[in-house]
């Protein structure tokens, strides 16, 4: 079964303090993997796609990472601004649809 | 502002109630997808709508249809409700049905059910 875990499921980071967000995933073969960032009473807000391996993706203070089982979503020097949800998702490999399966996120809360 | 428009953005009703959903989606877009978000479960994919075929089908309920119109747009209908549809409903709309073809979502609908 498809499956994607995403991890923390919950960072409070200092302004300036940099890390990074894991999604791992297991996927009958990988079309692409999104990245989302979701404010509070808003729908998500597309970030980023990933095609392979070995691939990255670069937006502000944001920067995407994709291996063979999992992607990263580093943040450099965070903003009390970049405090949301992040979801990941995936696109298994196969059929005629783009529909996407969804990790529940990791909420991140930056502080000043 | 994703494009995609979604009403009622509040929706408060009674169990045994039915209720219509309604989405517009980005210009230009041909898909439409409806996803549950509660706060145990995350984002839920329900059904996908291409150019007013379905396209794909999710864990939706027998109690919940779809459909998207020649205009596009589409609506989601719930019918019997129960406390646990109480939710956030989002749809979400992209350019087709490709790969590289992100999905871009509305702020939703939610949906409490008493």
């Known amino acids: 079964e498809d499956q994607v875990t995403q991890s923390p499921e919950a960072l409070r980071l200092q302004e300036g303090e940099s890390s990074s967000l894991n999604c791992s995933y297991t996927v009958s073969g990988l079309r692409g993997l999104f990245w989302y960032r979701q404010d509070p009473g808003k729908g998500p807000e597309f970030l980023f796609t990933l095609y392979s391996a070995g691939e990255e993706k670069e937006k502000e203070r944001l920067k995407a990472t994709l291996t063979k089982k999992e992607s990263f979503l580093h943040i450099t020097a965070p903003k009390p601004e970049d405090s949301a949800t992040y979801l990941c998702?995936?696109?298994?490999?196969?059929?005629?649809?783009?529909?996407?399966?969804f990790g529940t996120g990791t909420l991140l809360a930056v502080q000043p | 502002d994703s494009g995609v428009t979604q009403t009622p953005k509040h929706l408060i009703t009674a169990t045994g109630q039915r209720v219509t959903l309604r989405c517009s989606p980005r210009?230009?877009?041909?898909?439409v997808y409806w996803y549950q978000q509660s706060l145990d479960q995350g984002l839920q994919f329900l059904i996908q709508?291409?150019?007013?075929?379905?396209?794909a089908k999710g864990n939706i309920l027998e109690r919940f249809s779809a459909q998207q119109f020649p205009d596009l747009h589409s609506e989601l209908n719930l019918s019997s409700l129960e406390l646990g549809d109480s939710a956030l409903y989002f749809c979400?709309?992209?350019?087709?049905?490709?790969?590289?073809?992100?999905?871009?979502f509305g702020n939703g609908t939610r949906l409490t059910v008493t």
């Open positions: 210009s230009g877009d041909l898909s």
């Open positions: 709508y291409y150019n007013g075929e379905e396209r």
């Open positions: 998702a995936v696109l298994p490999g196969g059929g005629a649809t783009n529909k996407l399966i």
């Open positions: 979400a709309s992209s350019v087709d049905v490709s790969y590289n073809s992100p999905l871009h």
